[in-house]
């Protein structure tokens, strides 16, 4: 595939030069309608800033390197994780000179201002096209292996899809979401003020708890209520009241769940993120440190069942909606390569087989050793069913173990095709974010952003590292961090190689759009009559993504796929 570097012009056009032809001329063209060819790979510095613009012209293109993402891939493995990645930070690594922050993101449908000067992304006096060419010829010398290199691709291409469903849009029917909400919360009140539901809720729980007023959806405030009664909570997580005998308790828990709707995907939500039939969301390629993706704004990864009701395909139209099943201990049975995993992993569900070959057929406890491995739980009722695994698949126990000792000494972990965890840095807690959610019942979901654990026992570890009395304790974390990162790590990169692979045979199906992914499910919007063909490129995706990470292992990648009129109907 010829491989083609393209960087914009002041004036709204591009200057191209073909990269595999050595003293190529630099080609002048005027719009995106002239990168509308087949059979290149764009080499471009931020898939984010070029690719909009060419769809909004109606051009798709096929391949693409994104320099931003392969950048931060390579200082990742090279044990930088987080420096900056722009095509100017890149060009200062390469030429010596001081690296400079990456410039801000561009707030949602902000547009330059009238005087704002063009900037193409390098220092001045040097031309954009020779820092692009320079740089893309330094991170392929870079690049350690084969896998690396198939890790840059499947980035890239995950880039291309993220920008291509943002701009078609989920399908959202605003009139359907307006009326659950209407159901659920009441009529729509006035500016600043509660619906009507809330209202009721609230007063229900000042009632019980003998008043005086106070803000129901303040955890501080709550808590001093229910002290006032002689009852002590140590916060006001939804767990912890249920086990809290009060008549307060069973309003209060109502009125938690209907606010978070009520600010996560209420009206303002509809109102700012749905327009013209379609939720648009920003999806933010590589946005994890494990490498699933992450949004900028619109919550599209965390959309409630309920909500769901409001994704209905149009008229005529259907959606494909696909899921891999047990993902992640198929995951780690084909890297670990270990024989008796995978020969379970060839069942479609593999906590059954677990279950019937060594737990006396009790699912739920073959379930709970399979993810204290993968989580590192060791203690209470995951101890005798991991000691049980531990037996019959020493080899991948111990390589969920190797991870976990590495990342306890300090050293780094990578994924299959290489995706580096951060380094053991004095920023480590502040770049790792968040722990829990995600597929397999509590996956370490580790933001880029900050923000802390989830998990308690983790929090309770930063606490007292923070503290300085236990340097232990971050050694520990670490290494559950590390133990699940290259299981998890390696099943991003599965899907990524999935949504590249189902990218490239929707484009063969007439109407068939990718329009949803998270994690390990997509969503395919398209006619009624093409549905079958569609559902046979997502299986033909999933087995070719196996294929392309892990050659000719036996485990399987089962993915169930369902042909719905609404995304509610599918689970």
Not at 252 to 276: F, I, Q
Not at 363 to 382: F, H, N, P
Not at 437 to 444: F, R
Not at 538 to 560: H, I, K, N, S, Y
């Amino acid at each position: 595939m010829e491989r083609i570097a393209v960087v914009e012009t002041p004036e709204g056009g591009f200057r191209l030069r073909a990269l595999d032809r050595p003293g190529a001329p630099t080609e002048q063209v005027t719009g995106p309608a002239a990168l509308d060819r087949p059979g290149v790979r764009w080499v471009w510095a931020d898939t984010t800033a070029i690719y909009p613009k060419l769809l909004a012209a109606g051009v798709r293109v096929t391949a693409c390197h994104d320099a931003a993402l392969t950048e931060a891939l390579l200082s990742g493995h090279d044990g930088r994780w987080g420096e900056p990645r722009a095509l100017r930070a890149a060009w200062a690594r390469l030429t010596g000179a001081p690296v400079p922050a990456d410039p801000p993101v561009r707030e949602r449908d902000t547009q330059p201002t009238l005087f704002e000067p063009f900037d193409d992304g390098v220092p001045t006096g040097v031309d954009a096209l020779d820092v692009l060419a320079a740089v893309h010829a330094a991170q392929v010398d870079r690049m350690p292996d084969a896998a690396f290199r198939l890790l840059v691709a499947v980035e890239s291409a995950g880039a291309l899809a993220a920008a291509e469903m943002g701009h078609v849009g989920l399908p959202w029917r605003a009139d359907v979401h307006d009326a659950l909400l209407v159901e659920l919360l009441g009529e729509r009140a006035g500016p600043g003020m509660p619906p009507r539901r809330l209202t009721e809720l609230a007063a229900q729980v000042v009632a019980a708890l003998g008043g005086p007023v106070f803000h129901v959806d303040s955890p501080a405030e709550v808590i001093r209520a229910f002290a006032r009664v002689g009852i002590r909570l140590p916060s006001t997580r939804s767990w912890v009241l249920k086990d809290v005998d009060h008549p307060a308790v069973a309003p209060l828990l109502a009125h938690k769940e209907l606010y978070r709707l009520y600010v996560a995907h209420g009206w303002n939500w509809l109102d700012t993120w749905v327009s013209a039939g379609r939720f648009r969301a920003e999806y933010v390629a590589g946005g994890v440190v494990t490498g699933r993706w992450a949004t900028r704004g619109g919550a599209a990864l965390q959309i409630p069942k309920v909500v769901r009701r409001a994704v209905v395909a149009d008229p005529g139209h259907v959606l494909v909606c696909a899921d891999a099943g047990q993902l992640e201990p198929r995951i780690l049975a084909a890297m670990a390569g270990d024989h008796r995993l995978a020969e379970a992993a060839r069942d479609a569900d593999l906590y059954a087989r677990l279950a019937a070959e060594a737990f006396g057929g009790d699912r739920q406890r073959a379930k709970i050793g399979m993810l204290a491995a993968m989580y590192g739980q060791t203690s209470g009722e995951a101890a005798a069913p991991l000691a049980t695994l531990r037996r019959r698949f020493p080899v991948a126990l111990e390589c969920v173990e190797q991870a976990a000792r590495a990342g306890e000494e300090g050293r780094l972990v990578r994924s299959r095709l290489g995706r580096t965890c951060p380094s053991p840095s004095v920023g480590w807690w502040g770049a790792v974010g968040e722990v829990g959610g995600g597929g397999e019942g509590g996956s370490a979901e580790w933001g880029a952003g900050g923000g802390g654990f989830q998990d308690g026992q983790a929090q309770a570890d930063q606490q007292t590292d923070a503290g300085g009395r236990d340097g232990g304790s971050r050694a520990r974390a670490r290494g559950r961090f590390t133990r699940n990162f290259v299981v998890q790590a390696t099943a991003a990169e599965w899907a990524l190689a999935l949504v590249a692979g189902l990218r490239r045979e929707l484009m063969a199906i007439d109407g068939a759009e990718l329009v949803f992914f998270q994690h390990d499910e997509v969503i395919v919007h398209c006619p009624a009559g093409v549905a079958e063909r569609v559902t046979a490129a997502v299986a033909e995706a999933a087995r070719r993504a196996g294929e392309l990470l892990f050659r000719d292992t036996p485990v399987l990648f089962p993915v169930g796929a369902v042909v719905v009129d609404s995304y509610a109907d599918a689970k």
